[in-house]
């Protein structure tokens, strides 16, 4: 592949390079790239906005993570913020800091990642920042949606009796993740090594382009279920339940045997000796969404694809428990009950 | 000082203890920090959204910088953005990045200087994300506005014999810049050394701790005057005329006497033996309002404080240029018509 210098661009000249490729589809992107500011027009709707910053050496492995996919990646985190609010995203802001290791074929495989994203999921690139940088990759999204009034839906909504439910399965990013660590490791032993990612590919998945739930929060709206409390699970589950229970004042029991995990994921926590349910729990970025919804609701739940109801809220003072296969209570901490360490 | 290890703090931790003191004063800020997203009410306005990445190293250095100042400013600049659409700032998310070498008083340093500009521009905190970094402080800043229906100034608008005019005076920032860093050479040389900034409080100011033109707005407002073309001078004059023109597709006679320019620029200018003209052409970071009005509106543009008219806007086919004061021609470059290096 050829190299361009992203000096060859001025500052201007490299984001309209970038981003000239993107088509806006939303009819509340009224003005994108090329001003001061990006205008838009939300009429009645409420507009959401979350954002993130993500940092070489931090939060991505060049080594092991292909920039079309980091882009994919850091995009669609973003939306999923928005999903757990019961919105949807429609614009999003991208800004980087480049150091000059990268050149302007770099920049445009990430930002093939981001359009792809944006495509996928109909949000339209509103503007951002291109900078140098001295050290590695920065990149910063800000992503903006929009929300029915009184549909919206915060963490602190939660009441006794409501039902916890789960997206998806859990701990598959994680197991992919600690697969992409051991051929690391196996490479820089010997770099003859090939990696041995046979029937893996969904663990990898998970870890390097993970989705959003559009779906679920579709299905929802269309069973006319608004749960009471939402977010996406990005830290694992452990944390965002303790997270919903004390914002909620509420306390919560869940079962282990309904936690929902993958094949794949299970075989490789065996290969590489690890509790499958720790990672399930703890690992984090399976950008599932954890939500609860109403008793009275429990038909109409049961009939969503995808959507699985690992336990109940309780009052406070009952705390927060996962309940083991043997029925023993363990209570849950953010960090884990069982270190992952 | 004490130092306190930001490790003390878990991330939820250490945003809510650095947010808690901000207090929402927009009506538009429905829900602020704490949830996946914040959630905005903007009814029948337009929403206004900029953004900004600041990198230590390339965007500031701590050297001579206070984090307070740094703080104010990073979050100025981007109120800038939004009177510069003829808008009003509302929110604001702030994400950083992080290394070791900050301490939680060094952060509580930077977010006492963002609720200062915050209070001053009445402008609310509603989200951001903290993560740890390999090196230095990374501030990635998105700033939120409203605007009128059809009151929202772009940058294409400008047409022939519209009058060209610009806020506050330019260059001084830059000349702060130069002493800054005329003085961290002498204390490099020299650790005892204490530096000189007699009499240059003005220029140290306009760089250290920059104003968005909030008052040029409401007065432009109350003389009921839409300009026809708006921007904030972050990178220079020359730079942001001929993003005015190209965009509006016109030219433009800029007039080199009409340049508004501080008697402490001057003055410092004169001292490190450069030319003034060449600051305020392209030193950028005055943050200051450059705009053209109709010529209808002449009358009423007179009447308004800290505005002064340098030029008129003429047919693309005439060019850009620059009338020195014994009446030559200058074409305007965007990397400056004299380099400034």
Redesign the interface.
């Given at each position: 592949m050829s190299r361009t210098e992203i000096s060859k661009y001025?500052e201007?000249g490299l984001i309209k390079h970038l981003t000239e490729k993107f088509k806006l589809t939303n009819s509340s992107t009224?003005?994108g790239v090329?001003?001061?500011?990006?205008?838009?027009?939300?009429?009645?709707k409420?507009?959401?906005?979350?954002?993130?910053?993500l940092?070489?050496?931090?939060?991505f492995d060049l080594i092991y993570v292909p920039l079309k996919h980091l882009g994919y990646k850091a995009a669609v985190v973003n939306f999923s913020?928005?999903y757990?609010?019961n919105?949807q995203p429609r614009?999003i802001?991208v800004?980087?800091?480049v150091s000059k290791r990268f050149s302007v074929e770099d920049l445009e495989e990430l930002y093939a990642g981001i359009k792809l994203a944006c495509e996928v999921y109909g949000v339209d690139l509103?503007?951002?920042?291109t900078?140098?940088?001295?050290?590695?990759l920065?990149i910063?999204i800000?992503?903006?949606?929009e929300?029915e009034k009184d549909k919206?839906v915060?963490?602190n909504g939660a009441k006794p009796n409501d039902l916890i439910c789960v997206t998806g399965d859990l701990g598959s990013a994680y197991m992919g993740l600690q697969l992409l660590e051991r051929e690391k490791l196996v490479f820089s032993a010997n770099s003859e090594a090939q990696p041995d990612f046979e029937g893996k590919d969904y663990i990898l998945q998970r870890q390097l382009k993970p989705e959003a739930r559009k779906d679920v929060i579709a299905a929802l709206a269309e069973k006319g279920i608004v749960p009471t409390a939402m977010?996406?699970i990005s830290d694992g589950l452990s944390s965002e339940l303790i997270?919903i229970c004390t914002?909620s004042n509420v306390g919560c029991q869940v079962y282990e045997d309904k936690i929902p995990i993958s094949y794949q994921a299970v075989a490789m926590a065996e290969e590489l000796n690890m509790s499958i349910v720790t990672a399930a729990l703890n690992g984090g970025e399976d950008y599932e969404l954890l939500f609860t919804v109403s008793l009275d609701d429990y038909d109409k739940i049961i009939g969503v694809d995808n959507v699985g109801i690992v336990g109940h809220i309780t009052k406070p003072e009952l705390g927060l428990h996962l309940v083991g296969r043997e029925g023993e209570e363990i209570e849950l901490r953010?960090q884990g009950w069982n270190s992952l360490d």
């Open positions: 001025g201007f009224l003005k090329g001003d001061d500011a990006a205008v838009l027009d939300y009429k009645d409420k507009v959401l906005v979350t954002t993130d910053l940092l070489e050496g931090v939060h913020d928005i757990a609010m919105g614009q802001t800004s980087l800091g509103i503007g951002g920042d900078s140098a940088s001295l050290t590695g920065t910063s800000t992503c903006i949606g929300g919206i915060y963490r977010m996406d997270h914002q953010a």
